[in-house]
């Protein structure tokens, strides 16, 4: 963007325009670059998740990032609000992506900041932190088990996250039913 200050006013100038700088009231030519943010960080992508997990997440209009924290390689979902039963008003949820996935179950979540209920009651299997990029994710230890294990080709990173978003929502009636 292009702007000339004659007498105390900007005045935008053209691509093509040309500009006299000799003319009477002059003051300042100035250009301003036209990449601004909407004030929000860029989202990082330091790794390539499979297509069919990176149409999932934009499809349901997510806010997600993949990061690397040596030697591990985390998919981070920031959520805008959560039920009102947490102390925190919002979090983000981590889902660590191990090298064999997707044939290789998802286990877990971890959550930042770290959750707890408003009626101070504790939640289950909760009690472990672990660092991610020098801050202490709380995780959420829940596994697929025998009667239910993960399914390759079926089961994907969106529906871990969904399976996530169960277990706050569970929560939430636990705190709700108080």
Do not use: C
């Not at 301003?32 to 349901?60: C, M, Y």
């Not at 979902?77 to 179950?105: C, M, N, W």
């Amino acid at each position: 963007m292009l702007n000339q200050k004659i007498h105390k006013k900007f005045d935008p100038v053209d691509l093509d325009q040309v500009v006299d700088f000799t003319a009477p009231g002059v003051e300042r030519f100035t250009t301003l670059p036209k990449e601004q943010t909407e004030g929000r960080p860029a989202l990082r992508r330091s790794f390539i998740l499979p297509e069919e997990d990176t149409d999932a997440l934009e499809a349901a209009g997510v806010s997600w990032e993949a990061v690397t924290d040596d030697p591990n390689k985390w998919l981070i979902i920031h959520l805008p609000k959560l039920p009102d039963v947490f102390l925190a008003r919002e979090t983000s949820v981590a889902i660590q992506i191990p090298a064999s996935y997707p044939a290789g179950a998802l286990d877990m979540a971890y959550f930042y900041p770290a959750l707890q209920r408003l009626d101070g009651k504790s939640i289950a299997a909760t009690q472990v932190n672990i660092q991610i990029e020098g801050a202490q994710w709380q995780r959420w230890s829940r596994h697929y088990t025998q009667a239910n294990p993960w399914k390759p080709g079926e089961y994907n990173i969106y529906t871990h996250f969904l399976l996530s978003q169960s277990w706050l929502e569970k929560e939430a009636q636990k705190g709700k039913a108080v």
